[in-house]
Structure formats: C-alpha cells, structure tokens
C-alpha cells in the first residue's frame, strides 16, 4: 500500500528554482519536499551548466595564456600545455563541493525531505515516484511547484540520431579528446565550449544556422564575436542550411578502424561536407516536461514543450506553479531562483509578484566576454519605427588601448524622446561585470545623461559605457581621457 506525506509545498524538480522556493518556504516556516532525478542534486547549474563550464574556461584561459600574450617584454620559456583530463578531475571535485555546501547542506538546514526517483503528478497537488530509489514513495502539499529544468536539444537533421555526438553534459565525461570537432551551433553554449576546446588543442569548427552567431542578441556582438574567434583560429560558418550528418571512413582506413563525422550542409546555394573526427551538438535545449503528468492535473503546455504560466508563475491549474527552464527563455539560472522564490510567494502570499524580464541581464563567458540587457536596435526599430543608437569600439577605450586587451564594443540604445536608457549590448573584456550598471539603468530609466555626470573612476573598461553615452552629446573622438 502506497504511503502519501503531506507537506505545504512539494516540489518536482531539485535545481536552482526549486531551492530558491524551499528557502523561501523555509522563511514562512512552510514545511516542504522535493522528488529529484536525472541530474544530482543542483540541477543544471551546478552539475554541468555554469560551474563546470566557467571552471574549465578560466583552466583554458590560463592555458592559452603564452600564446595570446600581447606584450612583447613578457617572454615565455615554454608552450604551457593543459591535462585535460585532470581539469576533469579538478571540475568533478569543484562540483561534489558546490553540490553539497549549496544544495544539500541547504536541503538540509531547512529540512527538506528530498525523495530520489523519477516523479509524476498524480492527483492535483500529488506527486509520485514511480522509479528509482524512492519508487512508491507518494508526497502532496497545499501547493505544487514544477521545476524539472531543461536538457540539450537536437534538432531534426537527416542522419544525426545514427551518430554518436558531444552535449555540453556528455563533454564532462570525456577524457579522451578527439583532434578536431565539428560543432553545430552558434549560441552561448557553442561559443563558450567551443573556446575551452580550441584553447586545449582541439581544432574547432562552428556551424550556425542564422547569418551570425548569437542570433537572439544584437547583431554587432555576433559578428565581433565571430572575428575574434576567427582571429583566434576558430572556424566559424554561418548561414547553414544543414542537409544530413553521418559518419564515413576517414582516409587511408576503413570505417570499422577509423571514421569521422561529416556534415552536409549547404552555404549560399553551394553544397558544403565539413568533416572532422567528432561532433558536438549545442543547438539549444528543450523544456524537461514530457512524462510527468501534467496533463493529468490539468497543466498545458506551449507549443515548444514550456509550460504556460501567467505572470505570476501560476499553471493552468491554480494550485500548481511553475518555474525555471521549464516555462522558458530567459533560461538563466539566476532567473530560475528568482522565479522559484516568487512562486512560493504568489502562492502561500498572494503577493502578486512577476519579473521585468527586460532588465535582466545575459552573458556569455567567453574571452572577451559579451553581456546585454533590454531591447535590441532591431527590436527598437521594429517597435518605434526610429533607433537612437550609439555604438563605441573598446579600441578607442583608455584602459583597453592601456593593457592592450581592445577586441569589443559597447552600444547604447536610448529611447527617441525620452532619453531614457533601453538597452545596452557589449562585448569586451569584463563585460560580465560592466553590464549590471547598464542593468540598472535599464532597470530604473535612467537616461544617456544621468550616466555622463556620473564620475567614473579612470582608467576602467567601465568607461566604455559612459562613452557610449557621451556619443550621443559629442564627438568622442576629440575628448581628452577625462572629460566628464
């Protein structure tokens, strides 16, 4: 006979929103339980999204460190080399302790009954495990909260089911890496892997759909990114027309010794095979919400697999809430949690809570880093028929030209009339860091010229942005370093 615990909140999942809700649940002294699978503990994050990936750019970084040394008195006696698969190990042991001091000591501290296995919604607000350790275990709250995350996505390519491919999670495992990699793809998880890989040896090559990288942000931060890579060593194809992927034997062997990949695609009306020894798929992900039982309690879903939730993250059953990768972009993990911590208040509060999804803002860790946050110039002459936009060039940057770092640009939209700030899109050194003034700008409509008479502290990257802003004042390139 199947046991059922009661709780106020159970949650499906047992990633970044799910422990942003327990914490929150915690404070109202809610009593809760989580049914988790697939990923440990963490979710996506901690597991095999931000940690590891940030972990191993900065290994890759320091790696590449001799051979992108721009001043010519710094002299290295050798190449340095990075040992793959002891960067593995080193990410394995920085993950077990992020999973356990930030997930499982939490769970923990606020006496989460966390339940192991692949759970359903059953009933309502009742969740069951139906495989795993905890198979039989049942669970059910006041409220229920949907937070099961995203997994990578393949897309419909002639061929790609019948050969074996990379993921952003199944890289994590391999210690052994191939010579060259064929990457389908252009988005942040493209970039940033393909930088780790090409910085410890792997020869790369990018193929992307659209007609730049990054193609759900500004255009001008796809294309310097892609001129960087390309400077870089970094092969970058765009506009692909993929027609079908198979594996064939390499030269000089036989298919059963020796293969490689090669994809067929097609460039500007000409048929295109690139072929290298592996592939790795970063085409996007897709929502984790087959199989869990949402119809039976009444929760639809989109036509992309995301739950529909109203803006205050409430399913079309209203004692059920969703939150995290699983109702869709941003997919972002600072996000999750914050959609995660608002459900449980709209929930057990009625506190009406949502997010300006406009002021949050995204990055991608590469060298040189891209950031942005609100409306695209495209987005904004779509809308308004004009853009008052200014872009500068990190080259004409003091502190750039200073070290020597000058790959990027800042570009400032500002609204026509108004002068307020609405969006700001960069790629530079440290952009990740720079762009949460731009965020709060956004966040708090500040205009073009609240950013001028803000004093900046000289020599910074920094001031990249109060530049862009200057433009639309003055001619830049007649200011002496420190005009305010």
Not at 384 to 411: F, I, W, Y
Request: hydrophobic fraction near 40%.
């Amino acid at each position: 006979m199947t046991h059922t615990s009661d709780y106020d909140l159970v949650i499906l999942g047992g990633g970044a929103a799910a422990f942003a809700a327990i914490t929150e649940a915690s404070r109202r002294d809610l009593s809760t339980a989580m049914v988790n699978t697939g990923l440990p503990i963490g979710g996506t994050c901690v597991n095999v999204g931000c940690v590891p990936s940030k972990h191993l750019l900065a290994v890759a970084e320091s790696g590449a460190a001799a051979s992108e040394n721009p001043f010519d008195a710094v002299r290295y006696s050798e190449e340095p080399t990075v040992d793959w698969a002891d960067a593995l190990d080193g990410t394995d042991e920085l993950v077990e302790r992020f999973r356990q001091e930030n997930y499982v000591d939490i769970a923990e501290h606020f006496e989460t009954d966390i339940y192991e296995g692949y759970g359903q919604l059953v009933g309502d607000t009742t969740i069951e495990v139906v495989d795993g350790a905890d198979e039989g275990a049942r669970i059910t709250g006041q409220k229920a909260l949907v937070a099961t995350g995203s997994s990578p996505w393949a897309p419909p390519i002639d061929g790609l089911g019948g050969v074996d491919y990379y993921t952003s999670e199944t890289i994590l495992e391999e210690r052994d890496l191939p010579e060259s990699i064929v990457m389908l793809g252009g988005g942040y998880i493209a970039l940033e892997w393909g930088q780790i890989l090409h910085r410890v040896g792997v020869d790369v090559t990018i193929l992307q759909r659209s007609d730049h990288v990054l193609s759900d942000m500004e255009s001008q931060l796809g294309r310097e990114m892609q001129r960087t890579f390309e400077e870089d060593g970094i092969e970058v194809m765009t506009g692909n027309d993929f027609q079908r992927v198979r594996r064939r034997a390499a030269d000089g062997g036989t298919e059963a010794v020796q293969s490689i990949v090669a994809v067929e695609t097609v460039v500007d009306g000409t048929e295109r095979t690139v072929t290298r020894d592996a592939l790795f798929v970063a085409t996007g992900i897709q929502p984790n919400s087959e199989g869990i039982g949402l119809e039976t309690v009444g929760v639809e879903t989109n036509d992309d697999g995301t739950i529909r939730v109203d803006e205050h993250f409430q399913t079309t059953n209203p004692d059920i809430y969703a939150a995290g990768d699983v109702i869709g972009e941003p997919e972002l993990e600072t996000v999750a949690a914050k959609e995660g911590n608002q459900a449980v208040k709209n929930a057990f509060g009625d506190e009406g809570v949502s997010i300006d999804y406009d002021a949050v803002p995204a990055v991608v860790f590469t060298s040189p880093e891209v950031a942005a946050v609100g409306t695209t110039e495209l987005e904004y002459m779509d809308e308004h028929g004009t853009c008052s936009c200014r872009t500068v060039q990190m080259e004409d940057v003091p502190r750039a030209k200073a070290v020597k770092n000058t790959d990027g640009l800042v570009q400032v939209v500002k609204h026509h009339e108004t002068d307020e700030i609405v969006g700001v899109h960069m790629v530079g050194p440290r952009a990740a860091d720079m762009i949460m003034e731009a965020t709060l700008a956004v966040k708090f409509s500040l205009t073009v010229d609240d950013i001028i008479d803000t004093v900046h502290p000289f020599p910074t990257f920094s001031e990249a942005f109060k530049q862009a802003c200057q433009a639309f004042r003055r001619d830049t390139s007649t200011m002496s370093c420190c005009v305010e």
